[in-house]
């Protein structure tokens, strides 16, 4: 986006088509039940497919762009398909995890390891709370323990592969969103102790997610010959 | 002209390079990470600001339009005295838990019945304007959302709560309703009187009013 042959009005089509792809992935994500799945355990959770494209404008577009993209994506998606508190929600979501992942970007290192350590921090919070888990809870713990060790894993892999720094930034930028959203939550809804209750299987539910939509953000990424 | 991915893109592409793009990108500067923390911390500020006002004109134009909708009595605050009749008849019997309800600011506290069930319809004027109504279902042990007018109905597959099951609960004691802006949280009689009544502000206790 930033090279000097681009002309105006390339960007301008190009930035035409990441937020109509965007909304249509918003679409997308409204129509895979994820919560089904989980047997509406926990409420609230989606894919995230349009973070994907958000994901692609970090590496591809300067940093106005980026947050153009978002404001963009969020206020136009929620006004077809919410209401004003939803833009609330996912404003705030959209900017922590904007800026999260521009920082990112820089580091990718201190990302992956950031949250391998949120994750193993929640889990330690989890079995504080609740010393002999059972049912519900004891997959969600195994969860969050299995997203620690895959951030983890990206934290070592990402010397020898550069592929992994894709994955990395959607990673942080996934539990980010979800930090914002819960963050802006606990404030509408006067209950700081949602954080304590809810936001530990976010963090897991947010690396998880992220990762399969670094995968995917990479493999499109590498298929235009926009990665090295 | 270089050809795209055959999986992405069939047809070539003209300028669709980028190989010159390297990892990690562009550098940016730390005035624009300031400015997008003040943003961050100016919006929450708003949202306070908004439900404030929105407060401000609940009482002029409440009453009506809650009688109309949900046959509850009077008013807001009103609305939760509208108990089982069981849990007023015989007031010396203790219920074994309480539902600690947050809606819109406020806090309302609500006994379970001792016996037999009970539904108790809470109904309240959104920051936007809309008027919501949350039909909460009570049992001597459990609590669970039974009807909503949200449009995603997550409350409702959240469950029920009882006084056993909040270890394996995901979120815990808790039921969220995140469009209409209410939380249940379920807590025993002896947290109930370890926290004290006191200590929760100004809650509403219909058993005893």
């Known amino acids: ?228 | 002209m270089r050809r795209g991915h055959p999986l992405f893109c069939p047809f070539p592409i003209p300028h669709s390079g980028g190989r010159e793009q390297t990892l990690p990108g562009k550098p940016t500067r730390p005035i624009i990470f300031l400015l997008i923390i003040l943003l961050i911390s100016i919006l929450p500020a708003s949202a306070c600001f908004a439900e404030s006002a929105a407060a401000a004109a609940l009482p002029d134009s409440t009453p009506e339009a809650v009688v109309e909708l949900a046959s509850a009595p009077d008013a807001v605050e009103a609305a939760e005295n509208t108990v089982s009749p069981e849990a007023t008849e015989n007031p010396s019997a203790e219920p074994k838990g309480y539902v600690l309800i947050q809606y819109s600011g406020q806090l309302g506290i609500l006994p379970l019945p001792t016996e037999g069930e009970s539904s108790f319809p809470l109904t309240q004027m959104l920051p936007n304007g809309s008027i919501s109504v949350n039909l909460i279902h009570l049992t001597p042990e459990s609590v669970w959302m039974e009807e909503s007018t949200c449009e995603n109905h997550d409350c409702i597959e959240q469950g029920e709560v009882t006084l056993d099951n909040w270890r394996d609960r995901i979120l815990g004691n808790m039921i969220i309703c995140l469009p209409n802006q209410v939380v249940l949280e379920l807590i025993s009689a002896e947290e109930f009187r370890q926290y004290g009544p006191q200590d929760l502000g100004s809650p509403v206790i219909p058993g005893e009013t």
């Open chain 1, 1 to 228: 986006m930033t090279r000097k042959r681009d002309t105006t009005a390339k960007k301008v089509a190009r930035f035409g088509l990441l937020v109509a792809l965007s909304l249509v992935l918003g679409l997308m994500d409204r129509a895979i039940p994820l919560t089904w799945f989980l047997s509406g355990a926990i409420p609230g959770i989606k894919l995230g497919l349009a973070n994907t494209v958000l994901v692609y404008a970090v590496y591809l577009m300067d940093w106005g762009s980026c947050f153009l993209l978002m404001l963009a994506k969020v206020v136009l998606s929620g006004l077809i398909f919410g209401s004003l508190t939803a833009i609330l929600y996912s404003l705030s979501g959209g900017l922590l995890s904007l800026l999260v992942m521009l920082l990112v970007r820089r580091y990718p290192k201190a990302g992956s390891l950031g949250i391998s350590g949120l994750a193993a921090a929640s889990v330690v919070m989890l079995l504080i709370r609740n010393p002999h888990p059972s049912g519900q809870m004891l997959w969600c713990i195994i969860l969050i323990a299995v997203a620690c060790l895959a951030s983890l894993a990206v934290f070592f892999l990402l010397r020898r592969h550069p592929d992994f720094h894709v994955i990395s930034t959607s990673l942080s930028g996934a539990v980010s969103h979800n930090l914002g959203q819960i963050l802006m939550a606990a404030l509408v809804l006067h209950t700081p102790r949602l954080l304590v209750t809810y936001l530990p299987v976010l963090v897991g539910i947010g690396a998880v997610v992220g990762w399969l939509t670094g995968v995917i953000a990479q493999r499109v990424m590498k298929a235009l010959h926009h990665l090295p």
